[in-house]
């Protein structure tokens, strides 16, 4: 039980910052996530080369049975990035973008706790507790997503697209 709950969030994981790294890599799409207009390039192709390369991390190793002890760091590396985010948000008085990238670091921190017996003499925790937390932090990341992107884009946006078209 407590092994498939941790996939799940791991494959939910997995999907969102792979379709959060590659508009930044490839440079369109980029509009719905906020907070980018003010950040160099090189930096906003950083973020997402390193987003991509988790993404795949998390899921790849332990599904072809080699290197799986990169699973946990790879959701600890995610849960650091998410949470240095919500702190960007926070300062751009952002609530929202800063709850949806919360929750995503402690998403990514009970995987890195679920799959922390890959590393050899790493803590666990007990199996209801994980399965719990994963039981809330799923839904409340779903319905933080569906209010981010059924609101309005920012005029700014907006007029970029209007013109694009």
Request: charged residues 10%.
């Amino acid at each position: 039980m407590v092994d498939v709950a941790v996939w799940i969030a791991q494959i939910f994981l997995a999907l969102f910052f792979l379709a959060a790294g590659l508009p930044k890599v490839a440079g369109g799409g980029i509009e719905r996530w906020v907070g980018f207009d003010d950040v160099a390039r090189p930096l906003v192709v950083l973020i997402g080369v390193a987003e991509v390369v988790a993404a795949v991390t998390l899921v790849a190793p332990m599904a072809v049975g080699a290197g799986e002890w990169t699973t946990p760091l790879a959701a600890l590396g995610i849960a650091v990035i998410s949470l240095m985010a919500s702190g960007f948000h926070v300062r751009a008085a952002e609530g929202l973008p800063a709850l949806e990238t919360a929750l995503w670091s402690a998403l990514a921190g009970a995987v890195a706790v679920g799959r922390w017996d890959q590393l050899s003499g790493g803590p666990s925790l007990g199996g209801g507790v994980l399965v719990a937390a994963l039981a809330v932090l799923v839904p409340a990341i779903v319905v933080n997503l569906v209010v981010l992107f059924r609101r309005p884009l920012p005029a700014a946006h907006s007029d970029d697209l209007s013109r694009a078209r």
